[in-house]
């Protein structure tokens, strides 16, 4: 019998989370017990799965309506429900009466995947510290409790944190026609820029006012701040004393150790290698920042004027004005225009779920099923427009893990693009977040929930949607659906003029990207106590773009929250993506035999093979930096 989609609900959504989370935790809780009295391994293990998969339920649907219903109740019920879900987890795994249980499993009885999840969970276990003595059991607990209210407390003063600065309305000289008429002149004669993405970036890009930007730019680094400031302090503390009770040096050693890269000590090498080969690079583009600042009297290059001056040399140098791309970026083309592109690419049918069948959260989402080949295999919800309270970021999140057999996958990706036309950089986005969509949903349809969608290592789970990016820069693809009002596709000489540009800022942005990882990184090492201190000396050491004095980035840096110390991550996977990009044709993007073969190999395996044997699959061999050290030396044309 075909699995159905979940039944989402008409109007009360209280109702049917409290029902969907909570019965989802209580079945967990159930299955715990009959694990305990489970007499045959391979049944006991099975059961285990079990408890797995409702306890992911429930951590699902919390985690995505606290980021994205428009009822503030709502939203404080799923963090409650979130909270009492992360305190069953902490519970179950310092059981030592279930850690016995599996810990007593013979690996001989099961198939290769259940030795897999077996020994995943007995690490796991262990990593909480089952196996400590019983003061350190409850001092795990504590911390954990501690640690779950700290993490949504960081994460909801950036959300509930938007901020405003107003502007003379002269400022808007330069931007975008859209912009201008979404943004009206006040009595005073000012407007209103939010922190929001579809505000503040297209302001710093094109505003050519530099007290303006400047005013801008200021509000948006002291974003959270000061409200984050004692949080983030608080769960630098919990972090690291959790790690050490629990025998690790401290928490970048405790938080590698499940991620490719294995230790903290080498994250800080990693960092510091792609900032060593990135330095030449950075300082080249770095120079051209500089010297076309200085026409306009400016000598220094700072977050207030660094995307101004980047997008005047790209329009300059090489005849890319992000504006005219603009002209053949609407909103709906490129919405369409993705799902075309990843339809052909891997075999798939997008067919659209009428908004009555579908009950979503908000009247912005639209829903689709997901079907190859006749089959359905899942579905899909994009919630892709700003509103107040939402999750203001980029991310994909799980609504349903996917498990062969008994539930299909689902997932939701949720943005805050602008209604009209978008910047290529956020096309790049989207195509970036709809990759980690697509491998939630082809690698939905294992037995084992451990293997369910994105459950590779950490540090290689943005690989595959760095990849996905390629496609948004090839003139085969963007002509698909890049097309101005009259119909007349993107030129190709533009979009090589695009890449070109592009290229431009690779050095710079290298570093930046480690100035974000070594924050991530030294933020959790060394536990400053001046957090504002010691963000500039970073600055100092990594970024070649300065900062601006009395700001306080880190305040609403969110992936502290969800990265802890693994930023670094990013850059990871981008290199590993070279890599495996490096296997397709750049002149037959829509090849089918690379395509369908990375598909099979990297993105329906999910997290049934270690990260590094998945690209030795598709590649045919170990993965090198090659690829990565090719784009990176290689100069701008």
């Given at each position: 019998?075909?699995?159905?989609?979940?039944?989402?609900?008409?109007?009360?959504?209280?109702?049917?989370?409290?029902?969907?989370?909570?019965?989802?935790?209580?079945?967990?809780?159930?299955?715990?017990?009959?694990?305990?009295?489970?007499?045959?391994?391979?049944?006991?293990?099975?059961?285990?799965?079990?408890?797995?998969?409702?306890?992911?339920?429930?951590?699902?649907v919390?985690?995505?309506?606290?980021s994205?219903?428009?009822?503030?109740?709502?939203?404080?019920?799923?963090?409650?429900?979130?909270?009492e879900?992360?305190?069953?987890?902490?519970?179950?795994?310092?059981?030592?009466?279930?850690?016995?249980?599996?810990?007593?499993?013979?690996?001989?009885?099961?198939?290769?995947?259940?030795?897999?999840?077996?020994?995943?969970?007995?690490?796991?276990f262990?990593?909480?510290?089952?196996?400590?003595?019983?003061?350190?059991?409850?001092?795990?607990?504590?911390?954990?409790?501690?640690?779950?209210?700290?993490?949504?407390?960081?994460?909801?003063?950036?959300?509930?944190?938007?901020?405003?600065?107003?502007?003379?309305?002269d400022?808007?000289?330069?931007?975008?026609?859209?912009?201008?008429?979404?943004?009206?002149?006040?009595?005073?004669?000012?407007?209103?820029?939010?922190?929001?993405?579809?505000?503040?970036?297209?302001?710093?890009?094109?505003?050519?006012?530099?007290?303006a930007?400047?005013?801008?730019a200021?509000?948006?680094?002291?974003?959270?701040?000061?409200?984050?400031?004692?949080?983030?302090?608080?769960?630098?503390?919990?972090?690291?004393?959790?790690?050490?009770?629990?025998?690790?040096?401290?928490?970048?050693?405790?938080?590698?150790?499940?991620?490719?890269?294995?230790?903290?000590?080498?994250?800080?090498?990693?960092?510091?290698?792609?900032?060593?080969?990135?330095?030449?690079?950075?300082?080249r583009?770095?120079?051209?920042?500089?010297?076309?600042?200085?026409?306009?009297?400016?000598?220094?290059?700072?977050i207030?004027?660094?995307r101004?001056?980047?997008?005047?040399?790209?329009?300059?140098?090489?005849?890319?004005?992000a504006?005219?791309?603009?002209?053949?970026?609407?909103?709906?083309?490129?919405?369409?225009?993705?799902?075309?592109?990843?339809?052909?690419?891997?075999?798939?049918?997008?067919?659209?779920?009428?908004?009555?069948?579908a009950?979503?959260?908000?009247?912005?989402?639209?829903?689709?099923?997901?079907?190859?080949?006749?089959?359905?295999?899942?579905?899909?919800?994009?919630?892709?427009?700003?509103?107040?309270?939402?999750?203001?970021?980029?991310?994909?999140?799980?609504?349903?893990?996917?498990?062969a057999?008994?539930q299909?996958?689902?997932?939701?990706?949720?943005?805050?693009?602008p209604?009209?036309?978008?910047?290529?950089?956020?096309?790049?986005?989207?195509?970036?977040?709809?990759?980690?969509?697509?491998?939630?949903?082809?690698a939905?349809?294992?037995?084992?929930?451990?293997?369910?969608?994105?459950?590779?290592?950490?540090?290689?789970v943005e690989?595959p949607?760095?990849?996905?990016?390629?496609?948004?820069?090839?003139?085969?693809?963007?002509?698909?659906?890049?097309?101005?009002e009259?119909?007349?596709?993107i030129?190709?000489?533009?979009?090589?003029?695009?890449?070109?540009?592009?290229?431009?800022?690779?050095?710079?942005?290298?570093?930046?990207?480690?100035?974000?990882?070594?924050?991530?990184?030294?933020l959790?090492?060394?536990?400053?106590?001046?957090?504002?201190?010691?963000?500039?000396?970073?600055?100092?050491?990594?970024?070649?773009?300065?900062?601006?004095?009395?700001?306080?980035?880190?305040a609403?840096?969110?992936?502290?929250?969800?990265?802890?110390?693994?930023?670094?991550?990013?850059?990871?996977?981008?290199?590993?993506?070279?890599?495996?990009?490096?296997?397709?044709?750049?002149?037959?993007?829509?090849?089918?035999?690379?395509?369908?073969?990375?598909?099979?190999?990297?993105?329906?395996?999910?997290?049934?093979?270690?990260?590094?044997?998945?690209v030795?699959?598709?590649?045919g061999?170990?993965?090198?930096?090659?690829?990565?050290t090719?784009?990176?030396?290689?100069?701008?044309?």
């Amino acid at each position: 019998m075909p699995l159905e989609p979940l039944a989402l609900p008409t109007d009360d959504w209280a109702s049917w989370l409290a029902d969907r989370a909570g019965g989802e935790l209580r079945l967990a809780g159930t299955q715990v017990g009959a694990l305990k009295e489970a007499a045959d391994d391979a049944v006991a293990l099975e059961v285990w799965n079990d408890a797995m998969i409702a306890l992911g339920n429930a951590f699902a649907v919390c985690s995505l309506l606290s980021s994205v219903h428009p009822d503030p109740s709502v939203v404080e019920q799923a963090e409650r429900i979130e909270v009492e879900a992360r305190a069953f987890s902490t519970d179950l795994f310092l059981d030592a009466e279930v850690f016995a249980r599996l810990d007593a499993v013979d690996p001989s009885v099961l198939d290769e995947g259940g030795r897999r999840v077996l020994a995943d969970a007995l690490r796991d276990f262990r990593r909480s510290g089952v196996d400590r003595d019983d003061d350190v059991r409850e001092r795990v607990r504590a911390l954990d409790q501690r640690l779950t209210d700290l993490e949504q407390a960081f994460s909801r003063h950036i959300r509930d944190g938007r901020r405003t600065t107003r502007v003379p309305a002269d400022a808007l000289d330069g931007l975008p026609d859209d912009f201008v008429a979404d943004h009206p002149v006040d009595a005073d004669g000012q407007v209103t820029i939010s922190t929001e993405y579809p505000d503040t970036h297209p302001f710093l890009a094109y505003c050519s006012d530099p007290e303006a930007r400047h005013a801008v730019a200021a509000t948006y680094y002291d974003l959270a701040h000061p409200a984050n400031d004692q949080v983030l302090l608080d769960l630098l503390d919990t972090r690291h004393e959790k790690a050490t009770l629990l025998g690790y040096a401290g928490f970048p050693d405790y938080d590698a150790e499940t991620k490719m890269i294995g230790t903290g000590e080498a994250i800080a090498a990693f960092v510091d290698r792609i900032a060593a080969q990135s330095l030449d690079a950075g300082e080249r583009d770095v120079a051209v920042l500089r010297e076309r600042a200085a026409q306009d009297g400016v000598e220094q290059i700072d977050i207030s004027n660094s995307r101004y001056y980047s997008e005047t040399v790209r329009r300059e140098q090489y005849d890319v004005d992000a504006q005219q791309v603009r002209r053949y970026l609407d909103f709906g083309r490129v919405h369409d225009g993705l799902l075309a592109v990843t339809g052909r690419l891997f075999g798939l049918d997008y067919v659209p779920v009428d908004r009555g069948e579908a009950r979503t959260w908000h009247e912005d989402v639209s829903t689709y099923d997901v079907v190859a080949d006749g089959a359905h295999l899942g579905r899909i919800h994009l919630d892709l427009h700003t509103r107040e309270g939402k999750y203001n970021h980029a991310a994909q999140f799980d609504l349903v893990p996917g498990v062969a057999g008994r539930q299909l996958p689902e997932g939701v990706l949720v943005c805050n693009f602008p209604r009209g036309l978008m910047d290529h950089d956020e096309v790049v986005t989207l195509f970036h977040e709809f990759g980690h969509l697509l491998h939630h949903v082809l690698a939905g349809h294992h037995s084992w929930v451990r293997f369910s969608g994105v459950a590779t290592e950490w540090d290689f789970v943005e690989a595959p949607s760095q990849m996905l990016e390629e496609w948004a820069w090839s003139t085969e693809v963007l002509q698909t659906f890049a097309t101005d009002e009259a119909g007349e596709p993107i030129p190709a000489a533009l979009v090589e003029a695009m890449r070109a540009a592009d290229e431009f800022g690779k050095g710079v942005q290298a570093r930046t990207q480690m100035f974000y990882a070594a924050l991530s990184y030294r933020l959790h090492e060394e536990r400053p106590r001046d957090l504002t201190a010691a963000m500039f000396a970073l600055y100092d050491t990594y970024s070649l773009v300065r900062p601006i004095p009395e700001s306080h980035f880190y305040a609403g840096f969110g992936h502290l929250a969800g990265y802890t110390s693994a930023y670094y991550t990013y850059m990871w996977s981008l290199v590993i993506a070279k890599d495996m990009f490096s296997a397709f044709d750049a002149g037959d993007l829509f090849a089918p035999e690379v395509a369908h073969r990375y598909r099979d190999t990297v993105l329906v395996p999910g997290g049934s093979k270690d990260a590094a044997d998945l690209v030795e699959d598709f590649l045919g061999r170990p993965y090198d930096t090659e690829a990565f050290t090719a784009w990176l030396d290689r100069p701008a044309r």
